[in-house]
């Protein structure tokens, strides 16, 4: 099974908004609402920043939004601020046996 | 405060085998779901096995199914993974993390470890 598809990179400045895509099939973004976002800044671990599409957990800034439409997932980050600056990865559980599946990765420069 | 501490990576031959342990502390570890998630250098995330709460079931990736082996010790709080003929491919950071569900399984990781690196090279 394929990994999701993610945009290698995108970029914005300070206090912009920005959206990573993250596209998959029904059998997996498409089929289920349970979808993950990570950031991950370098050396180090990963951070669950969204589930369930669109949920937070505790501590995590409200301007870290999660959406779906389809087979595409979106991770918004409104408010750019320079801490921001990452590797983004989404996740999905899939009907697949391997049960959740990432996509590759997008990197967030902000200018 | 939740902490995940990895330990036994290092370098080893292909074929060779290699043990690693996630200690855990600050939640009652006997009653989550826990995950191997590996990175191999420069590239993205790959989950690798998970293990139900009680140890009762398991579950891996292709890529490691039949040469690895998760495995925990709730009454050391410790977490496993068993890796077998081991070739090139399994290099990477490995990192041991929870599932986010009390007493069952999500697939969400809501806390993770700091990993360890395992390189597989003659």
């Known amino acids: 099974q394929s990994a999701l598809t993610q945009p290698a990179s995108v970029s914005g400045s300070p206090g912009q908004s920005i959206t990573i895509s993250c596209t998959g099939t029904?059998?997996?973004?498409?089929?289920?609402?349970?979808v993950s976002w990570y950031q991950q800044h370098p050396g180090k671990a990963p951070k669950l920043m969204i589930y369930?599409?669109?949920d937070r957990p505790s501590g995590i800034s409200d301007r870290f939004s999660g959406s779906k439409s389809g087979n595409t997932a979106s991770l918004t980050i409104s408010g750019l601020q320079a801490e921001d600056e990452a590797d983004y990865y989404c996740s999905s559980y899939t009907s697949y046996k391997t049960h959740v599946i990432f996509g590759g990765g997008t990197k967030l420069t902000v200018l | 405060q939740v902490h995940l501490v990895e330990s036994g990576g290092g370098v080893v031959q292909p074929g060779r085998s290699l043990r690693l342990s996630c200690a855990a502390s600050?939640?009652?570890?006997?009653?989550?779901?826990m995950h191997w998630v590996r990175q191999a250098p420069g590239k993205g995330l790959e989950w690798v096995a998970v293990i139900w709460f009680d140890g009762s079931n398991e579950d891996y990736a292709d890529s490691v199914k039949g040469r690895f082996t998760i495995s925990r010790d709730n009454s050391k709080n410790t977490l496993y993974l068993q890796m077998n003929s081991l070739r090139a491919e399994d290099t990477a950071v490995y990192y041991c993390?929870?599932?986010?569900?009390?007493?069952?399984?999500?697939?969400?990781?809501?806390?993770w470890g700091q990993g360890t690196l395992v390189t597989v090279s003659s």
């Open positions: 600050g939640f009652t570890f006997s009653s989550y779901g």
């Open positions: 369930d599409v669109s």
């Open positions: 993390a929870r599932d986010s569900q009390l007493g069952m399984l999500v697939y969400y990781f809501d806390y």
């Open positions: 029904s059998s997996d973004v498409g089929g289920y609402n349970y």
